[in-house]
């Protein structure tokens, strides 16, 4: 099951800024895609535990650990602000160079963007964003799938994505753009509640 779109039309971020809090919207390539419900536990759970990792491994560090809700707004060259039309919310993402971080946004790729993969989400954060991530030059994209704990990692070789790298929720991973820095499962997927 796919993301419904809002509707037919083309549109920018200076659209997107006047729309209602009362829905959530991601932008690829112009056309609104209606984010998912409210997120499950076990989506929240891995989402705010590999946060919580990241910042206190990065603690005393310029770069910043952020959760969604933060609107990630993937200019294309020379698009100005209010004429882009690709505008993502990762579920976590890190950034390392203060310039691209504003009071209400983030403008350009993060250094490292984690999505927390659910049915609803899923062709989504597999297709369209990650399109969108690869052309906007995001050094490292995971996807964390919390149901069958297994991650899919993609790095940029180049200018594209190599072949992902696909594991399980087990051990420990350390990030690409941070070798020193890692994610350690094991008391994450503790955390997690039983599939049923």
Known sequence: MGYALR????????????????????????????MAPAPSVNHQTLAFEVARQLADALEGRPCRVLVAPIDVLLPRRGEKEDETSTVVQPDV??????????????????????????????????????????????????????????????????????????????GETPLGVLPRVKVVWGPIVERLLPVR
């Open 93 to 170: 993402l890190l950034v390392c160079d203060p310039a691209k971080v504003h009071p209400r946004r983030v403008r350009g790729a993060p250094d490292w963007v984690l999505e927390v993969s659910s049915p609803a989400s899923a062709a989504h954060d597999q297709t369209r964003k990650l399109s969108a991530y690869e052309r906007a030059g995001l050094p490292e994209y995971w996807l964390a799938h919390p149901e069958d704990r297994v991650l899919t990692i993609y790095r940029l070789d180049g200018n594209t994505y190599g072949r992902p790298l696909v594991t399980e929720l087990v």
């Open 7 to 34: 509707d037919s039309e083309r549109h920018t971020y200076a659209d997107y800024r006047g729309w209602s809090d009362d829905a959530r919207y991601e932008l690829i390539d112009g056309t609104a895609y209606l």
